[in-house]
């Protein structure tokens, strides 16, 4: 039996009031957002809730996220409700062009995606009038109050999987009591990522169901095995540093610390945005780089490789005995995901700024497969530690690895509390 959805609070009424109004200017500035390359331009009528591809017949389930990280942190929940549901339909809606081309890749034969439709009433309500979902998995803080009020009404069975919310996003919300409770009650399920999370979603009223975290689970990152051999006959017998999803001003940091190295490195940068390779290619002028987007190859003088290019992390990590993971040396952006180089051996060092994986590093570290270091002095002196001795950096990479393998249990116990919202076969 569903239940009833909450009432909607007058905050609510208003901001879908005010959202109507502003319905009109969605298309204008979407344009606008595809010619400064932020929105597909092919594929805009889906931002306003137009599908591009016919409903498949039969039950439907729907998971929802918004960019790369999070798109891809579903695959596993995909490939197990694949395994259990063979004949349901999935549908993964997400809100970036990185995450819809990564997902293109990666999502399994006959899973379909679209652009999640901009949170005004006529956009939402025609995409939930074509997709008639059963089932609706959104994932960590996607929280549209349109969207997830509509989807509700219509009887979708809503769970938010993988949960993740900040101190200051649970202010934000805490300033609204009832629209935040009404929101957060349209969920039959809230699965936390960690406890920080789950306390503040508590107190907002969430129905907190259990714990989920997506990020910990997983298969290795893909790649090219002919491109992976040949690099390797490229770079012989040298070492490599892979420096993957870095963001502006870190790339500059790894490479101050990858000069100090003795014997000296290959470093492999792989920018979390890599439209940002020429900015950071001028930013490291002097030095000895390789553009893999220009197809620059790898010499015994190059110093450094910039992989700008999207969807080769896989590739390069394979490549590294060491990894260092961005994202944890500038404030704002809260670390990147230290599993992705764990699952391929290679163990992981990050700076103190990685408060979204904060409970991920501090049991690898505590499991001897990852550091995470105050700031850049403490990096060179890490990596100086380790580098001259390549039996440490390989226990390092071993610890990484069992740890990896060890995740995976959260899923069984998520699809038990998952499986009742289900549509019937």
């Not at 409770?181 to 259990?210: C, N, W």
Request: hydrophobic letters at 50%.
């Amino acid at each position: 039996m569903t239940a009833t959805p909450p009432p909607k609070p007058l905050s609510l009424a208003a901001y879908r009031a005010a959202a109507g109004l502003i319905a009109p200017l969605a298309g204008p500035v979407l344009r606008a957002r595809a010619r400064r390359g932020k929105e597909d331009p092919a594929r805009l009528s889906e931002r306003l809730g137009y599908a591009s591809i016919p409903r498949p017949p039969g039950p439907l389930a729907w998971l929802h996220a918004v960019s790369v990280g999070e798109s891809l942190s579903l695959l596993p929940l995909i490939a197990a409700l694949r395994s259990e549901r063979p004949d349901l339909a999935l549908l993964v809606t997400s809100g970036t062009q990185a995450s819809a081309d990564i997902l293109a890749r990666r999502l399994p034969q006959g899973v379909l995606h679209q652009y999640a439709p901009v949170d005004t009433p006529g956009a939402v309500d025609r995409f939930l009038a074509h997709w008639r979902p059963g089932t609706g998995l959104f994932a960590e803080s996607e929280l549209w109050p349109n969207l997830i009020l509509a989807a509700r009404h219509a009887g979708v069975r809503l769970a938010l999987v993988s949960a993740r919310m900040t101190e200051r996003s649970a202010k934000a919300w805490a300033a609204r009591p009832a629209a935040a409770s009404a929101v957060l009650r349209s969920f039959e399920a809230v699965l936390s990522q960690d406890a920080a999370t789950e306390a503040r979603l508590a107190r907002l009223g969430a129905p907190i169901a259990g714990r989920l975290n997506l990020k910990r689970l997983g298969d290795p990152l893909p790649c090219d095995a002919a491109e992976l051999e040949r690099l390797r006959a490229e770079i012989a017998d040298r070492r490599v540093l892979v420096a993957a999803s870095t963001h502006a001003g870190e790339e500059q940091i790894v490479a101050r610390a990858a000069a100090s190295l003795e014997p000296a490195p290959l470093l492999v940068i792989v920018p979390r945005h890599p439209e940002r390779g020429g900015d950071i290619a001028g930013s490291l002028a002097g030095r000895a780089i390789a553009r893999r987007s220009v197809g620059e190859p790898i010499g015994p003088e190059t110093e450094i490789c910039l992989a700008d290019t999207l969807g080769e992390v896989g590739l390069m990590l394979r490549l590294a005995q060491l990894a260092i993971v961005g994202g944890g040396f500038i404030e704002g952006v809260g670390g990147h995901n230290p599993l992705e180089p764990a699952r391929l051996g290679v163990g992981a060092i990050s700076g103190p700024h990685v408060f979204n994986f904060a409970d991920i590093y501090r049991e690898m570290a505590a499991a001897g497969g990852a550091r995470v270091v105050e700031n850049e002095a403490a990096l060179v002196e890490t990596l100086a530690d380790l580098w001259r001795s390549p039996e440490r950096v390989a226990a390092m990479g071993e610890a990484a690895l069992a740890y990896a393998r060890r995740q995976g249990a959260e899923l069984a116990a998520a699809l038990a509390l998952i499986r009742p919202l289900l549509p019937a076969a």
